[in-house]
């Protein structure tokens, strides 16, 4: 079973920049995507990054830019480099991985694009002031 723990959220004035990590353990390489989502107060989680076992990646509109999403696979880590945030990116940050293994975490099943993510960790919290 994979697990996933995310580090390095914190407080932030706008303009700055954050580095998100997710430390992936149990992994096999057997994934179809590692993504960043994220979830502001009273929002719905959304997909911000995503890259696949293709090494294909994207990114939400909002983030397009400013936000880079990469991996070492050699120690199993996601990142999400954020620069020049504003108060828009406040949300608590999830990573997030589609492996077909049939498991279901308690957090649920999110369709984003072609993949569908059902591994989750617990999440990490950005707050950009102005």
């Known amino acids: 079973e994979v697990h996933l723990v995310e580090s390095g959220g914190g407080s932030v004035q706008a303009g700055g920049s954050l580095r998100l990590s997710c430390a992936v353990s149990g992994y096999t390489y057997n994934f179809y995507s590692l993504g960043w989502f994220r979830q502001a107060p009273g929002k719905e989680r959304e997909g911000v990054a995503y890259?696949?076992?293709?090494?294909?990646?994207d990114y939400a509109d909002s983030v397009k830019g400013r936000f880079t999403i990469s991996r070492d696979n050699a120690k199993n880590i996601l990142f999400l480099d954020m620069n020049t945030l504003n108060p828009e990116d406040t949300a608590m940050y999830y990573c997030a991985a589609d492996i077909p293994d049939d498991y279901t975490s308690d957090y649920g099943v999110i369709q984003w694009g072609e993949y569908e993510y059902n591994y989750w960790g617990q999440g990490t919290e950005v707050t950009v002031s102005s």
């Open positions: 890259i696949d076992s293709d090494s294909e990646i």
